[in-house]
């Protein structure tokens, strides 16, 4: 069985997005599966309540971590088109979308340390079995971390965290003018 997360926390996204996501995983992943929602407002039977109610925005995507088995993670602003059974295997290490075809940099540069710049690592979506050691380093430096990264594809890329990539082109970003693929993100659009 597989654990399905999303988070919503805030006002960003409204219960309507939770519920969309919710009918298109429905719709589109055919293995057994648990629907949940990370929040700060329980509504739903899906909905479980936040752990770490003193963090901030992003930064509750990284207390999913504590939970464990086969996780797979994602955003509320995305569209699922078709089936997704694909992102459903190979739980053991930390898969995230590699995001270098919609980024401004040149891939021959060698990306270093990055703070305010886009990095390659996008935790739109996300696939782990363990990573407890990733929410235990992060709350050892909670503070140090919330100053210095403006979300948690940052904090990944900079700290030394081991992840793969999804492989594949069934995942598209929006700034790539793609209009229909398998899943389509939408970071940056609704800000």
């Known amino acids: 069985m597989v ?4 988070v919503k926390v805030g006002e960003k996204y409204g219960r309507k997005f939770v519920v969309k996501l919710k009918d298109s995983i429905s719709k589109h992943l055919t293995v057994e599966y648990k629907f949940n929602c990370l929040t700060d407002k329980v509504e739903e039977d ?3 309540p936040v752990t770490h109610p003193e963090l901030r925005g992003v930064f509750h995507k990284l207390t999913l ?8 993670y994602f955003d509320l602003d995305i569209d699922i088109n078709d089936n997704i059974d694909f ?16 980024q401004q940099q040149s891939l021959k540069e060698p990306l270093k340390f990055r703070v305010t710049q886009n990095t390659l690592v996008n935790s739109s979506i996300m696939r782990w079995s363990d990573e407890r050691k ?7 430096h909670r503070d ?7 979300g948690i594809d940052r904090f990944i890329y900079n700290e030394d965290i081991k992840y793969k990539y999804f492989m594949g082109d069934s995942i598209s970003s929006w700034k790539e003018n793609i209009r229909n693929n398998t899943i389509i993100l939408y970071n940056g659009k609704y800000v």
């Not at 654990?3 to 999303?6: A, H, I, K, P, T």
């Not at 992102?87 to 919609?102: M, Q």
């Not at 990733?134 to 050892?140: A, D, G, Q, S, Y």
């Open 134 to 140: 990733i929410l235990e380093k992060f709350l050892k």
């Open 65 to 72: 971590f504590q939970f464990t088995g086969n996780c797979l």
């Open 144 to 150: 140090l971390y919330l100053r210095l990264y403006s």
């Open 3 to 6: 654990n399905v997360y999303c």
């Open 87 to 102: 992102l459903v295997n190979e739980f053991d290490n930390l898969t995230l979308v590699n995001s270098s075809p919609w």
């Open 46 to 48: 899906y909905d479980i």
